[in-house]
């Protein structure tokens, strides 16, 4: 369910009365950004770190966002009090270039700006067992650090997982793996964390830093380099991780379990400092037993 109150650039409508015209930016040319911001019993996860990098993407893409970030905060926390969320949800958040007659170069005109909340509840069976994925090539452009709304590339690969059966695209430019189509890869190997470093290539996901400094908290060596399709076919473990997907196992690979076809001793271990982290009452492994 889409909770009904809409914020619209500063304003709260709602969903039925947020209209843009057909001459809108984000609709013709996907010139705009985004975020999606967990909310575990009605309180934000990451949230500065989503906002800090909303402001970083609109930086790259030279677009002035309508407010401060000071701001934005309110207003966010205005999001889910008119709404009363007070369980699990998720905010998306979109700011485009705004709404102006269709032509390449930047219009003067305000960006438009819009969020709400909708219930979420957590992917419990697919955390507990692990899910599949498959392998595609990494077809994107170069700067996919950018959360920006061209997402074509990375539809099409998450699509093509669902048709063969998965729940993920793993993908690789040549031999090397960069991340999913809409999360990012780890493997483990002999106990040590690995996943590919923060270049222009990959998303800097926000639950990927938190899930660094956990890993380190713990104890669990986190090695930032690129790791080729091989590596990923010989890992101990494998798991993805995203703001709506958490820490989540992967344990199939193209039809190949990975390793016993099991979520492994590393990933349960993020899973539940994942958990604590974000101040959760219920437990994966509650629920397990």
Not at 239 to 260: D, H, R, W
Request: charged share 25%.
């Amino acid at each position: 369910m889409i909770y009904s109150q809409v914020l619209s650039q500063t304003n709260f409508v709602n969903e039925d009365e947020l209209m843009y015209p057909f001459q809108e930016r984000g609709l013709q040319f996907g010139d705009g950004i985004y975020e999606v911001i967990r909310v575990y019993q009605g309180n934000y996860y990451l949230m500065n770190e989503h906002v800090d990098r909303l402001f970083r993407s609109a930086e790259a893409v030279k677009l002035t966002l309508p407010f401060t970030k000071e701001k934005l905060f309110q207003l966010l926390d205005d999001l889910l009090k008119v709404n009363q969320v007070q369980g699990d949800a998720k905010v998306y958040l979109q700011a485009t270039r705004g709404s102006a007659l269709r032509d390449h170069v930047f219009p003067n005109v305000e960006a438009n700006f819009y969020a709400y909340a909708q219930e979420l509840p957590r992917p419990i069976q697919r955390l507990t067992n692990g899910v599949a994925a498959i392998t595609q090539p990494d077809v994107r452009w170069q700067n996919c650090y950018i959360k920006s709304l061209n997402l074509l590339p990375n539809v099409l690969a998450k699509q093509e997982a669902k048709e063969r059966g998965a729940f993920e695209a793993i993908l690789h430019r040549d031999d090397t793996v960069t991340e999913c189509s809409s999360s990012n890869a780890y493997i483990v190997k002999d106990g040590k964390i690995q996943t590919h470093p923060e270049t222009n290539n990959i998303l800097h996901g926000c639950v990927r830093s938190r899930v660094k400094v956990i890993a380190r908290q713990l104890g669990i060596s986190f090695i930032e380099k690129a790791f080729s399709i091989d590596d990923l076919q010989q890992a101990d473990e494998v798991f993805l991780s995203s703001s709506t997907a958490e820490v989540m196992p992967i344990v199939e690979i193209n039809g190949t379990k990975v390793q016993s076809g099991e979520p492994g001793p590393v990933t349960k271990r993020l899973q539940r400092a994942y958990e604590e982290d974000a101040g959760l009452t219920a437990s994966i492994f509650t629920k397990a037993k």
